[in-house]
Structures are given as C-alpha cells and as structure tokens.
C-alpha cells in the first residue's frame, strides 16, 4: 500500500478562520447534553492515518470518527495497531500520510498545504498546545516516582497551564476524592498498590481539562482485583460525558459503556459498529477468532 | 561433630504456656572458632600498628599539635575548599550541557560534545593544569569581532585570569569530561514513559528535562558525584602545576621544608583531608537522601521500590570504566 499524496482537505474546512487559532475554538457541544452525540461534528477525525516504521507498515489507511461525549472501545490482537493509532491521535507518534483531526483543527500540521504541496509542521510549543488538550493514561501507569500522588496531579496544571500551586492543589484535591484516593495525597507512587497508581494517573490527566481521553489498556497491568476499581473510574468519567478512546480487553466493560467498538487487525479497522452488532454479531472470521479468545 | 542437632521441644506443657509459638526452636550457635581467631589477630595488629604510631618518634606527633592549626594551613585548607567547590561546580554545569548536547538531534552539538569529552578525559590533569597556567601567554588578548574581519572590542587575559582562576577552570573542565558521561547515563537510566507522559500532558521539552528526568537521573548521578567530589578535593593538590601555591598540600610542603621535617606535616595535610571528606560525605549523604525520595530501598515493595539504589545505579552504569567515551555520531 503506498500514500504518496497526503489527503486533501476535506470540503467542511472551507471557511477556515485562522490556521493558528488555539483548537477548541470550533464549536463543541457541550458533553453534558445528551442530544449532542451524533448530532453535530465528530470531536475525534482520522482520516486515511497511515503508519510505518520503515518497512513495517503498523497502521494502514485508518478512518475514524468519535463525537463528542462517545465511548469508543479499541479491540484488536496483540501488535495490530492499536496503541499506536492512540499515539497518532496526541502525536506521540507522527503518522506517515493522513490526518489527525482534533474538533476540526488539524493536530501537528497548518491546516492547509503550501503552494508547494507540503505540510507546514506546527512549532512544538503548539505542538504542546495540542497534545494538553488531550488526556492519556498509559498500560504501565508512568506516574512520576519522584513527586507524591498530589505532586504528580499539581505538575502540568502549574507547568502547562500556568496555575497558581494553591489553585492547583485544591483541584489536585478535589480529582483526588473524586477517584476515591483523597486519603493517599501524600503518598509516593512506589507506596500505592497498582490500582491506585492508574487512578492517580487518571486523575494527573484530568487535571488539564482535556477535551478527550485516550486510555491503553489501562487495567491489563493489574492485578485481576484490581482491575474493577480502574473500571469504576472509568464507567464514571463516560457517564459524565466525557470522550473516551479505550483499548480494552474487557469485554463486559464494552458491552457496558462503550457507544461503539472498533476491531482492528494487522493495522486496518476491519469492524465498527455498537456494542451488540460487533460482540453479539461478528461479520469477520477474524473478530468471531479474536472474540473467541478474550471472551 | 558432636554438636546437639537441636530437636524441636516437644510440648513442655504449662512451662511456657505464654508462648503463642509453643515448639519454638531453640537454637544454639555452631561453634566457629576462625572468627575468634582472626578476630584477635587483627586486634593485636591493630594495637601494634597505634604503639607504632605513638612511640615513633619520627611521626613527632608535638609538631602535629603545633602545626595542625597554624594560620598558613587553615588558609590552605580554605583555598583547597573553595576550588574543590568551585570546580565541582563548574564540572557539574559544564557536565550537564555536554550531556544535554550529546542527547541533541543537532549532529554538530553532538559532535562538539564527543569532541570534548574526548580530549579532556584523554589527556593527564596535569598537563590540563600546566596549559591553563600558561593560558595567558598562548592567549594574550581575547577580541570580539568577525574572524579575519573587524574587531569590536579586546581585553588583555593577564588581567581577568590569575593563577586561582587557571587552577579552578582547568580542574573544572577536566571533571566536566568525566561528569559528563556519568550525567548522560544518569539521564538515559530514566525510563521513557516517563518523557512521554510528561510529553501528553504537554510539558515543553524543556520542562520535562529540568522536572522530570534530571530529578530522577539525580539519584543515580548523586553517588558517583560524591566520589568526583572526593577524587577533585585530592586533585586539588596537583594545581602547582598552574602554579597555584596556596592550597593546603603546597602550605604543608611549604613549612615541612622550612623545618626540614616532612613526616609531621604529612600528617597535617593527612589530617586535613580525612576532616573534610566527612563533610563531604554526610553532605552525600543528605543529597541521596533528598533525591531517593519516592525511591523505597525496603525489599518487597511495589514497582520502582523493589530495586535498591545500588541496583539502579549499577544498572545506570554512571560509574563507567572505559577510559573513552563511546562513538556516536
Ligand atoms: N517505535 C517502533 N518502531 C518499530 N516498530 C514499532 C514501533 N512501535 C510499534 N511498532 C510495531 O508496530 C506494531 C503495532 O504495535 P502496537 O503497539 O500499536 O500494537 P498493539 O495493538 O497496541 O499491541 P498490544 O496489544 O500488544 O499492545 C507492532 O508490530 C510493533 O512491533
Ligand atoms: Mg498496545
């Protein structure tokens, strides 16, 4: 498969007001209203995202779309694609060919070519910009071992966002309690069992204010009775509205939650649709083999 | 052997009642003479080894007492401090760019690191030192201006840089050389997650160097580092080679040869640097634990905590044997 021609622009980015206009300033409909989802522009939009590390081509030619306040569950085998189509998204990774867009701003790239025909790289301060605007919580935790529960939530809103350390402290609090973990402020994360830690780190995400969150595999690093207290978080952070990409193992919890569920395989999405038609229903051989398997 | 394989107590019913274990084992030692043995040989060596000292007249131990603080060995003691401190200052500053560099995606910052690195671990401090103390006369005039074009302004070097200064950058520079492949393996012991959290919650690159991956590098960096620190407070008696005749070794030899007794004023200096490497070392100390924080050295704790500190500067490899830095261009 090769892309030679990035994409071009879709017809919706027409009126484009200012290529540098900080994202969130198209209009995105407030999570909290039920009639929102589905309705207007999706908030998440990967467009032919392509990706190789060399010969290895890792994701090929991936649509995607997620509205405001969804539930996406990613599903796939082990090494189809999944974490790094998470990593396009906030630009851990750069795709190869293909569009990342963020409530219709284009992540990493001016929104429109040059007359030359290639793509204007953001500096990286916007880069930065970017990537604050979306949350993400990684397998193995990555909380700063250095700087206790309460530190680590106090860190990007005193670094990124400019915040006052007493300000941040109160919300550190507050996200704290909400995850059910105000009594370990002071703890450091070498003294939190592993479901602790993943709670600390979703609440260390929440603490900007992202417009979405990306979670990979969030509980496949724990141990199995912890994994329903990381779930709990989650089932509650959806049910507030926000947007969610989860890869996922846990069928119950896709079934549950999710408003869509993506399969993917050697790097291509090969289903999606709701939780009933994929799981109940499976089209492919090979997500009725993959079912199989975690089911 | 004849020795009592203590069998578990059967039930001595009532006796111990109090005792929630009530078969406790009660173990007698197996007799091992060797410790006492060599135990009482290194005592009576030791005993020998003090009589040695007192009775010996040569140590002439009233000429330590005279000169132990004599106001040319304090000062010399102060000046030995002060460029121990300054050049493990400008070591570790220099140190941390050339690690910081070597890290860069710039291929020419890259290589003026290696470059760096190269000539001054690869070449004796002696020499270094004898370089700076004529760097006045290689380099009369520093200019500023355009190469071979005009010249803006220029200042004579014999008036900016005295012999102390030659002594603190020539040791300074030769230290950073060897900090710096000990910070840049303290910096790539940190694990990557922790750059790419740090990069999705969208610290600036920055940032996350300076509160996030030099913090934690600190604590595999900080040990070696104490052991620079006590190596430079040794080296410091080589800056005659500048020549800088101030420091606490030059004030010893100094007296020793006025009084044509070098032995005493050996142990001066002796003296000297034993007190202040156990300053050095409880600062270390309060440092490791400053930059341990988060870090449990207990076994059988979770993640991070289960490695000891020596584990994780081994691992880092901060205290490296090879005497050139590794190619990579
Ligand atoms: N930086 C990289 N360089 C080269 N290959 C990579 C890199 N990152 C990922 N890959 C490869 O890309 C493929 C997809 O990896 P990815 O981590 O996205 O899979 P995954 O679906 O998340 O798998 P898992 O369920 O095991 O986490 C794998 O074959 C992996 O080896
Ligand atoms: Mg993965």
């Known amino acids: ?295 | 052997m004849s020795t009592q394989t203590p069998a578990p107590v059967p039930a001595a019913a009532g006796r111990r009642a109090e005792d929630p274990i009530p078969h406790r084992i009660r173990a007698k030692a197996s007799p091992r003479p060797g410790t006492w043995i060599s135990a009482v040989v290194v005592v009576l060596v030791v005993l020998g080894l003090i009589n040695f000292l007192i009775t010996n007249p040569v140590f002439d131990w009233a000429t330590v007492a005279t000169y132990i603080l004599d106001v040319k060995v304090v000062q010399g003691v102060g000046w030995t401090l002060l460029i121990t401190v300054l050049s493990m200052v400008l070591g570790t500053v220099v140190a941390l760019t050339a690690a910081i560099m070597r890290r860069s995606e710039n291929p020419v910052l890259r290589g003026v690191s290696w470059a760096y690195i190269f000539v001054f671990r690869g070449t004796p401090v002696y020499t270094q030192l004898v370089f700076w103390g004529l760097f006045t006369v290689i380099v009369p005039k520093i200019a500023l201006g355009i190469p071979f074009g005009p010249e803006w302004f220029s200042f004579s070097t014999r008036d900016y840089f005295p012999a102390f200064w030659a002594a603190v950058v020539g040791l300074g520079l030769n230290e950073g050389a060897y900090l710096a492949e000990i910070f840049r393996s303290g910096l790539n012991s940190v694990d990557k997650g922790q750059t790419e959290a740090s990069k999705a919650l969208g610290m600036s690159n920055g940032k996350i160097l300076r509160r996030i991956i030099i913090p934690q590098a600190m604590r595999v960096i900080v040990p070696p580092l104490g052991n620079e620190t006590i190596g430079m407070l040794k080296t410091t008696s080589l800056v005659l080679a500048v020549p800088f005749t101030l420091d606490l070794t030059f004030a010893t030899n100094a007296i020793a040869n006025k009084l044509y007794a070098p032995i005493p004023l050996l142990i001066v200096a002796a003296i000297w640097y034993l007190a202040i490497t156990s300053v050095l070392m409880v600062g270390q100390y309060f440092l490791e634990r400053y930059f341990g924080r988060g870090f449990d050295d207990r076994p059988g704790g979770v993640g991070p905590a289960k490695r000891s500190r020596q584990s994780a500067v081994n691992r880092a490899g901060t205290t490296p044997k090879d005497s050139l830095p590794e190619v990579e261009l």
Request: with cysteine; charged share 20%.
């Open chain 1, 1 to 295: 498969m090769t892309h030679a021609a990035t994409p071009a622009p879709t017809p919706d980015s027409a009126p484009t007001p200012d290529p540098a206009a900080v994202p969130g300033a198209a209009p995105v409909p407030d999570p909290g209203s039920d009639a929102a989802a589905g309705a207007a522009a999706p908030l998440i939009e990967l467009e032919g995202v392509h990706k190789a590390f060399g010969d290895l081509h890792v994701l090929k030619n991936c649509d995607l779309s997620v509205a405001a306040g969804e539930v996406t569950v990613l599903i796939g085998p082990s090494g189809s694609g999944k974490s790094t189509l998470l990593r396009c998204i906030n630009q851990l990774e750069e795709p190869t060919a293909g569009r990342v867009r963020i409530a219709g701003v284009t992540q990493g790239y001016a929104e429109k070519p040059l007359a030359d025909g290639r793509w204007q790289k953001l500096p990286s301060t916007q880069i930065a910009h970017q990537r604050s605007r979306i949350g993400m919580v990684f397998q193995r935790f990555h909380l700063f071992p250095h700087m206790t529960a309460l530190q680590n939530i106090m860190e990007a809103p005193i670094q990124v966002l400019g915040r006052s350390a007493a300000e941040a402290e109160k919300s550190a609090l507050s996200l704290l309690e909400r995850v059910g973990l105000a009594d370990r402020a002071d703890h450091y994360p070498s003294e939190l069992s592993g479901g602790q830690q993943q709670r600390v780190a979703i609440a260390r995400a929440l603490a900007m204010d992202p417009e979405l969150m990306l979670f990979d595999e969030p509980t496949s690093a724990l141990d199995p009775e912890l994994v329903a207290e990381v779930l709990a978080v989650l089932k509650e952070l959806a049910e507030g509205g926000m947007t969610m990409i989860v890869v996922t193992h846990e069928m119950g919890f896709a079934r549950e939650v999710a408003d869509q569920v993506v399969f993917m395989d050697d790097g291509m999405i090969l289903e999606q649709g709701t939780p009933d038609q994929l799981i109940e229903q499976p089209r492919s051989e090979r997500l009725k083999g993959f079912l199989a398997s975690v089911l």
